[in-house]
């Protein structure tokens, strides 16, 4: 549930009080599932409703994502759900070219917590979250953050046109590159051998383990003396820990978690999207459609192009996180219409009949050009043209948003003759764009 979290479970771990009756299942690496068809090798990741663990499938000899749901029964409802939204996904793209996860097989498994839906899904990499957290929270480069955007919004072109689906949870954690950012952590660029049953099973179990993760770690060290050998050449001297580099690492992704998605026609939830990704319209109730997740896409969009989450609410002393989160609304974008700010089943909680908040007073209002060039050091240029195309996404009025399919029109999705190089200038190092027919340089004295 994107709301909710256990009390035990930090960013990185699941919490250990969701392992019991009706919570997750528990796996150790060698686990078989589904008849021994499906073998687990290690945790891939985790979400509030199931831990997914990457699984070698013995029919088809590759590697699988093995999404293991939690067994009480509000979470297999929510599964069975999930499953029908993805099979009517990969009904609909059968060569999986539309840049959603696929759906391979699904089936249930007995635990000792109980019974557990379960989902085979395509392997993918890492989340666009660990993406950032790997560029150390900056900023990606604007041309990556631009191919990032073409596939997540050609994904959602699909589901809102072809398929009639809002994904209602879209954010960092739910979008999974293709690949893994470490090489060592792909099976199969990686080489590693699967592991067919369980270590302790095994006379040599405990043995193979070290071996393997010996062999992980020492071609762990060579890509990392690779990358530094690449980086000395170019006049540094080692590698600095402060910079990484995104290059090389191929940033096609897809959309994933359709646990909380639904068909427009047939809602179900009133309050829908994590807090810092929530659409206006929803914390407003005034309903909501395909435009909610083109609201949560900009947010997205934002993130990666400054490392930083666009809203961060928090309630303070006599007000609450969604009026905080109005407030910071307004503040980045501009006061929301009177029309639109009264026009929802909990407008009154927020706004007085003028439209003003009821208890945050005297805003100071800005705009997303400016937050980028004086927060974030956008360059004029760089803030204008980004903002052109963020802006209309983040307008308050639902319907007046661009749709996934205009966006993908937007000429600053298509500046393919731009390329974003680094110069060293008198002040330090100054990003220019390079363009194919122009050359544009702007060095700051
Ligand atoms: P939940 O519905 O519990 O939030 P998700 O579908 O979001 O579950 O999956 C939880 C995490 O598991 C993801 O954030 C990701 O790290 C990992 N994961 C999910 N699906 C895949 C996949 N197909 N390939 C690789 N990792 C995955
Ligand atoms: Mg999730």
């Not at 040599?204 to 000395?232: C, D, F, P, Y």
């Not at 929530?278 to 909501?288: H, K, T, W």
Request: hydrophobic share 35%; aromatic share 8%.
């Amino acid at each position: 549930m994107s709301c909710s979290s256990s009390s035990s479970a930090s960013e990185d771990e699941e919490g250990f009080d969701s392992y019991r009756k009706g919570g997750y299942h528990a796996v150790r690496i060698g686990d078989s599932f589904s008849a021994g068809r499906y073998i687990a090798q290690r945790k891939l990741g985790w979400g509030e409703f199931s831990t997914v663990w990457l699984a070698y499938d013995t029919t088809s000899s590759g590697y699988v994502a093995l999404k293991i749901q939690k067994s009480a029964p509000q979470f297999a409802q929510a599964a069975l759900h999930e499953i029908e939204v993805l099979s009517a996904i990969a009904n609909g793209d059968p060569s999986s070219s539309k840049y959603v996860v696929r759906l391979i097989d699904h089936f249930k498994h007995t635990g000792p917590n109980g019974q557990h839906l379960c989902m085979v899904l395509e392997f993918l990499g890492d989340s666009l979250l660990r993406l950032i957290k790997h560029n150390r929270y900056k900023g990606l480069e604007l041309n990556k953050v631009r191919e990032i955007c073409k596939c997540v919004l050609t994904g959602l072109d699909y589901l809102h046109r072809g398929l009639g689906i809002i994904h209602t949870d879209l954010k960092l954690e739910n979008i999974l590159l293709l690949s893994t950012i470490n090489a060592t952590k792909d099976p199969i660029r990686s080489r590693t051998a699967p592991i067919l049953e369980r270590p302790e099973g095994n006379p040599n179990g405990g043995v193979t383990m070290n071996i393997i993760e010996k062999k992980l770690k020492q071609r762990a060290r060579r890509a990392a003396a690779r990358i530094s050998g690449r980086r000395s050449s170019m006049g540094g001297v080692g590698t600095p820990k402060s910079i990484r580099s995104l290059d090389g690492i191929d940033l096609k992704c897809k959309v994933v978690d359709f646990g909380n998605a639904c068909w427009a026609d047939k809602q179900f939830a009133q309050e829908i999207q994590t807090r810092q990704y929530r659409s206006p319209e929803v914390i407003l109730q005034s309903g909501y459609s395909f435009s909610a997740d083109i609201w949560s896409f900009a947010c997205i969009a934002f993130e990666l192009a400054t490392g930083e989450m666009m809203f961060t609410p928090k309630g303070g002393e006599g007000f609450s996180e969604d009026e905080d989160h109005l407030a910071m609304m307004m503040e980045f974008l501009g006061k929301i219409p009177r029309k639109i700010a009264i026009g929802g089943a909990r407008s009154k909680d927020y706004f007085d009949r003028h439209g003003d908040l009821k208890r945050i007073r005297r805003l100071k209002y800005g705009s997303l050009d400016k937050l980028l060039v004086d927060k974030y050091r956008f360059s004029e240029t760089d803030a204008h043209e980004f903002a052109e195309f963020l802006g209309p996404l983040f307008d308050f009025e639902p319907e007046k948003r661009p749709t996934a399919e205009q966006c993908l029109q937007h000429p600053w999705l298509n500046f393919k003759n731009l390329k974003r190089t680094e110069v060293k200038s008198e002040s330090g190092v100054e990003k220019v764009n390079v363009g194919m027919s122009k050359l544009q340089i702007k060095v700051g004295k």
